[in-house]
């Protein structure tokens, strides 16, 4: 059974910093794809990053790109959200995912394209 459990949300102040982490349990290895969305009251669950686990290729969206950094721990079946320069925006739930899929030897950004999803850690950026 897979499990995924994220860690190391919490409250800080804009401009600030926060590490996600996300192991991955049940499984022989991560991936091919483990992507991070995000869910803010009353919106949709979005994409943040994904990372392709086989090469390390990383993808984020235009609103976090320059910001966030994906990774991985293979060693640890880890993977891991570096977020800086945190913005009130950034507030939402983060979600960890895994997707035994790759399209067109890429991530996919859709929540549609994982198949397995942690609970969510809260992140929360005062102004």
């Known amino acids: 059974q897979v499990q995924l459990v994220e860690s190391g949300g919490g409250s800080v102040q804009a401009g600030g910093s926060l590490r996600l982490s996300c192991p991955a349990s049940g499984v022989t290895y991560l991936g091919p794809c483990m992507g991070w969305f995000r869910q803010a009251p009353g919106k949709e669950r979005e994409w943040v990053a994904a990372?392709?686990?086989?090469?390390?290729?990383?993808d984020y969206s235009d609103s976090v790109k320059g910001r966030f950094i994906i990774s991985q721990d293979n060693a640890k079946n880890t993977i891991y959200l570096q977020m800086n320069s945190l913005k009130p925006e950034d507030t939402a739930m983060y979600y960890c995912?895994?997707?035994?899929?790759?399209?067109?030897?890429?991530?996919?950004?859709?929540?549609?394209?994982?198949?397995?999803w942690g609970q969510g850690t809260q992140v929360t950026v005062s102004s």
């Open positions: 995912a895994l997707s035994i899929n790759t399209y067109s030897g890429r991530c996919g950004r859709a929540r549609m394209n994982y198949h397995y």
């Open positions: 990372i392709l686990t086989i090469g390390g290729i990383t």
